[in-house]
């Protein structure tokens, strides 16, 4: 079995190989196959220029304001200052 090592290694090399967007795909699923709070965070801090962060990022938000509370968002802002879909922030109707 290949290891997540493998696959950043080959991502490393091959930019331009036919199976990059499989390869970011299976470090993306590797990384998050819990689907836990915690490993989007670390995909995101850690593999800014894998193809799937935009969909951590809308996970990591999903998951931190699921009560819905104004709590919620407001901690997402300060924990999450970085986040960069604003769109999704106002569809919400919170304004962080």
């Known amino acids: 079995a290949i290891t997540l090592e493998g696959y950043l290694e080959f991502e490393s090399k091959y930019k331009d190989h036919p199976a990059f967007n499989a390869i ?11 689907g836990w ?25 999903t998951l931190s304001t699921a009560d819905g509370t104004p709590e919620s968002f407001q901690k997402f802002k300060k924990d999450f200052p ?15």
């Open 24 to 34: 970011q795909d299976s470090i993306y699923a590797m990384t998050v196959r819990h």
């Open 37 to 61: 709070l915690s490993e989007f965070t670390k995909f995101v801090r850690t593999y800014k220029n894998n193809r799937n962060t935009a969909d951590a990022w809308r996970q990591l938000y």
């Open 82 to 96: 970085d986040f960069p879909d604003k769109g999704t922030r106002q569809r919400f109707g919170f304004v962080l």
